[in-house]
């Protein structure tokens, strides 16, 4: 077997040698697309130190399910195991095509990437819902509540369940029940011939190719117990960011999308040379989805610990609560990507605005840090920093 050469030379080929010479070429066997998209997995910073799990699984690594009418793929915490308490589904739907009648003991939270989406639901007080989704429009249905999803036009979006063992695969679905009742079970709960049942499924139908729907108001279906009362629906794009130098962070839990009882989530936009400051979240672990654009994250777990790896649009992220980290945009196009948390509320804390409120002297002393360093300490929060001439 000849060996294929590998060209030394090429300087997008990152090779394991750290700036202070420390490392060697790799000559091969590599992977050599792999090695381009992780620099900080081939060459890791010198700061970084000792084991942590892996933080990253791309969408692109997830076996498709397609079906006439549309694909979906998962990574759950069989694909990325420390992931245990949040669970992600990319799905595509054509224009017609359907998510079939179906429910779930986890919530679920979803994001439109592209395209809109027909979404119908009903609560157990027998209240309905039935909205249009248009991109960076999402939805949330709370445990148990059953619900569809219809593509007006081509569509693709993001669902997100809060715990790491849900499987997509494995919902509660219509057809599979009525598939495993028996027909005269179904004849007396219904109340009509058993013959009325000839033509059900014989089992379960998952996503199918059906007809565009006409408008909600034409398709509206009037419940003796009124619509839900707290709307299913939340136009994040729509909500006006908190800006800063560096880019802008939306933010939607249950103090502005009530429903949203078990799902935080921010929006973050990363401009080429700009960072998602060092930060922590108190309260939950972050999943997070990669939207555009390309960035590293270092996450620091204590006792020396700190790993960093690459992300780009398609992958998924995870940080587990309390570690120290912060995502660099280190592409030239701006970088978009979501945090999601399993909690009713949204929280970080901030690593600059803790020293900031912290006694000047005490920072100085622990970290014998300079007047300069102390004097630019900002005690609002500033999410996505970027400092001229830096
Ligand atoms: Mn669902
Ligand atoms: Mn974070």
Known sequence: MEKQPIN?????????????????????PRNVMRDIQNPNIVVPPVTDEGMIPNLRFSFSDAPMKLNHGGWSREITVRQLPISTAIAGVNMSLTAGGVRELHWHKQAEWAYMLLGRARITAVDQEG????????????????AGVPHSIQGLEHCEFLLVFDDGNFSEFSTLTIS????????????????????AFHSLPSEQVYIYQGNVPGSVASEDVQSPYGKVPLTFKYELLNQTPIQTPGGSVRIVDSSNFPISKNIAAALVQIEPGAMRELHWHPNSDEWQYYLTGQGRMTVFTGNGTARTFDYRAGDVGYVPSNAGH?????????????????????????LNQW?????????QSNLNAGTVMLDSLRKKKVPVVKYPGT
């Open 8 to 28: 030394h030379e090429d300087r997008n080929v990152p090779q394991p040698i750290r700036s202070d010479g420390a490392g060697a070429i790799d000559a091969g």
């Open 127 to 142: 209240r309905n819902f039935i909205a249009d989704i248009g991109p960076g429009d999402l939805w949330y249905f709370p």
């Open 176 to 195: 599979d029940w009525l598939a495993h009742t028996p027909k005269d079970v179904l004849s007396a709960n219904f109340g009509v011939p058993e013959n």
């Open 326 to 350: 912060y995502i660099q945009n280190t592409g030239t196009e701006t970088l978009w990507f979501l945090e999601m948390f399993k909690s009713d509320r949204y929280e970080d804390v901030s």
């Open 355 to 363: 020293m900031a409120l912290t006694p000047k002297e005490l920072v």
